[in-house]
């Protein structure tokens, strides 16, 4: 039976939009379906790259403000908020329109409208049906709303509102420690808000290496981050005089009300499956609303894939990516792979952190016998001539056989020094490889080494 496509993608976003254009590389018939009518998903319209865009503008105008000092540079900055809004869009609109002319490099067919399975072989877009072979379910995912707190995205803002307030809150509340909130949390703080982080667990950043945590939070409170750990959230009412928000106790007590000029809810992402027809097909998500998925990423259906943010996993975009790349190399007869123990992770704050593999607690909880070394960037020369001395570089390796299990970072650019350590592990290193590889001096990336060799006590630069 021959269909108008070999492949059909529901989703725009990180891992659509790569699943397509590899699946197109190996000479299949695609077309991507997205309803956003601008292709990159959450990740590149109101996600990651909006978020980078305004961190590093913040990160700059916090150092005008406060570090150029140090280097003999004196001036006093200015905030033009309009323009630093209009260089994040300028960036955004860049990037979405790249990846349209890499659609048309790659002969994939870009159809806007809202996909939904109306067949195991059939997808609808407004109305007018395509056959396919295959389909990939890449719809990603949404704000988790909070009950008694109602998002307008002006005063009371999800992520995608944070992202465009007209002007610097005096006081924002961020609810949830996560790491959008403390990124989006960051970038306010930078340009004069004061911001209050309620958390519902007695710790920020839940999951993460838990010596990573609390020197993450030492150092944001160190910047004037306010933490209110163990408290829910019980309502928000708006006024006039902004926002009176209701926290008590997680373990149960007393509420009190705290005042704040706009809130950030922050508490999550679930998987956006609505209107997508899985019902049409016979495919059922669990409890989280996820979609199961087998080995190979097939669901109930063998020839519907699901990748992303709607199937099990960090929800990421390059865990996305990874996962389309490998369905489309498997429907050509090859045999797509996806390490999920070698997949970093990084929160934009400043420092940076970065993690990637197993933390200590896993490692203890698995009974696995383990060392760790660790290196304090304020050893590191490079480290100590910018100025960026904050954090360390933590090693986590087999007691008996020395492999590499997990790398934890906080630090200066520690995004881009936890892949040397990917590498490493993807090839199944011992800690001692990476000690006995050559780094350049002076470099941030000497300081993983250093803690390679503190993995075996011999450290040479503390």
């Given at each position: 039976m021959s269909h108008d496509y070999d492949l059909v993608v529901i989703g725009g976003g990180p891992g659509g939009y790569v699943g397509a254009i590899r699946a197109a590389q190996l000479g299949m018939k695609v077309a991507c379906v997205e309803k956003r009518g601008a292709l990159g998903g959450t990740c590149l319209n109101v996600g990651c790259i909006p978020s980078k865009a305004l961190l590093e503008s913040s990160e700059k105008f916090d150092d005008a403000a406060h570090h150029f000092k140090q280097h003999g540079i004196e001036v006093t900055p200015k905030l033009n908020l309009k323009q630093m809004m209009k260089n994040k869009e300028e960036i955004v609109k860049g990037l979405t329109g790249g990846i349209e002319m890499l659609f048309k490099?790659?002969?994939?067919?870009?159809?806007?409208?809202?996909?939904?399975?109306?067949?195991?072989?059939?997808?609808?877009?407004?109305?007018?049906?395509?056959?396919?072979?295959?389909?990939?379910?890449?719809?990603?995912?949404?704000?988790?709303?909070?009950?008694?707190v109602t998002i307008d995205e002006e005063t009371i803002v999800s992520s995608t509102g944070a992202l465009e307030l007209k002007a610097?809150?005096?006081?924002?509340?961020?609810?949830?420690?996560g790491v959008i909130g403390l990124e989006l949390g960051s970038v306010w703080r930078r340009l004069g808000s004061t911001v209050t982080v309620v958390e519902y667990l007695d710790r920020i950043t839940p999951g993460m290496d838990l010596e990573l945590s609390k020197q993450l939070q030492k150092t944001l409170e160190k910047q004037g981050f306010t933490f209110k750990l163990g408290m829910k959230v019980t309502g928000a009412k708006k006024g006039k005089d902004g926002v009176s928000v209701t926290v008590e106790p997680a373990a149960g007590g007393a509420a009190e009300t705290l005042k704040a000029d706009a809130v950030l809810v922050s508490i999550g992402r679930r998987p956006y499956t609505e209107g997508l027809g899985l019902e049409?097909?016979?495919?059922?998500?669990?409890?989280?609303?996820?979609?199961?998925?087998?080995?190979?990423?097939?669901?109930?259906?063998?020839?519907?894939?699901?990748?992303?943010?709607?199937i099990d996993g960090p929800m990421l975009a390059h865990k996305a990516e990874e996962e389309g790349i490998a369905v489309?190399?498997?429907?050509?007869?090859?045999?797509?792979?996806v390490n999920y123990n070698v997949i970093p992770g990084v929160i934009y704050t400043w420092p940076e952190v970065a993690t990637v593999g197993q933390s200590e607690e896993q490692l203890k909880e698995a009974g696995v016998p383990y060392k760790s070394g660790k290196f304090t960037f304020m050893a590191n020369s490079r480290g100590r001539a910018t100025g960026q001395t904050d954090g360390f570089v933590k090693i986590l390796a087999d007691a008996n056989t020395d492999q590499v299990y997990g790398v934890h970072m906080i630090g200066p650019r520690v995004g881009e020094l936890i892949h040397e350590c990917c590498v490493a592990m993807e090839f199944g290193a011992s800690s001692e490889d990476i000690a006995r590889t050559c780094h350049a001096h002076p470099t941030l990336s000497e300081a993983v080494k250093e803690a390679a060799l503190a993995v075996d006590k011999r450290q040479i630069h503390s």
């Open positions: 490099k790659n002969k994939v067919d870009y159809i806007k409208g809202h996909g939904t399975i109306t067949g195991v072989n059939e997808v609808t877009v407004d109305k007018k049906t395509i056959t396919t072979a295959n389909i990939m379910i890449a719809t990603g995912s949404d704000v988790m709303p909070l009950p008694g610097v809150p005096e006081h924002l509340l961020v609810i949830g420690g049409n097909v016979g495919i059922e998500t669990d409890k989280r609303g996820r979609i199961p998925v087998n080995s190979h990423w097939q669901t109930a259906q063998p020839n519907i894939y699901a990748i992303g943010d709607v489309a190399e498997f429907l050509d007869g090859q045999h797509g792979h």
